[in-house]
């Protein structure tokens, strides 16, 4: 995990209490989500499986060893979760070796971010060798710190990641921003008391109390961000 400062209480001058800012990885900051259905719709087809796209929703922004198990199961091939998983990794690797394709305003929303100097987070299910390749394209430096899906007892959809990326920047859960695009991160998210900005990218998410839906990072912001948490008095 990246080493971390704890961040200051923050207000600025319309009041905003926002201390910090936690960002998903695959389906929110880049075009990756698609990546990992095709790679497990290749495995499994040369393993004699065909893949249902129901499927997808199901273990679409989940740890690698639920999503790896529910298709094992589901499909009946012989293979293991472990090997499955080195599979996995491997080919997504190959399939961003190149560069990663960025979601449409994700590059804008992170150079806002850090030029207010907004402590930052990147908060992923995906293992610690896959993030640090997107990186390359997203920019460590964009970043406060990082934190991957391997490094944590439980992963999403419990709350481990975004309490330990809080505590570690010294925010208060409820005072940072959240930004997911699946259901099971939004979960996360609000079962650590975040307050959630939903970017559908596979199934429909629906506004609910403490989490606003929106159609893409293009309608996100600092302004945004800041208006979402509740002013200090």
Known sequence: MTSTVPAPVTRTADGSAL???LLDMDGTLVDTEGFWWEIEAEIFQELGH????????VV????MSRSAGFLIEAT???????ELSVLLNERFEAR????VPLMPGAERLLTELARHNVPTALVSASHRRVIDQVLLTLGRDRFTMTVAGDEVARTK???DPYLFAARSLGAHPSRCAVIED????????EAA????????SVGVIEPAPGRTVVRSLEDVDLTFLRSLIAPMN
């Open 182 to 189: 699946t259901r099971t991160g939004v979960a996360a998210a």
């Open 19 to 21: 201390q910090a800012v």
């Open 193 to 200: 008391g975040c307050r959630v900005v939903a970017i559908p």
């Open 50 to 57: 065909r893949l249902e796209d129901a499927w997808r929703d």
């Open 76 to 82: 009946g091939a012989a293979i293991g979760i472990a």
């Open 157 to 159: 959809p419990h709350p």
């Open 96 to 99: 961003i070796a190149d560069r």
């Open 60 to 63: 679409v922004g989940g740890p």
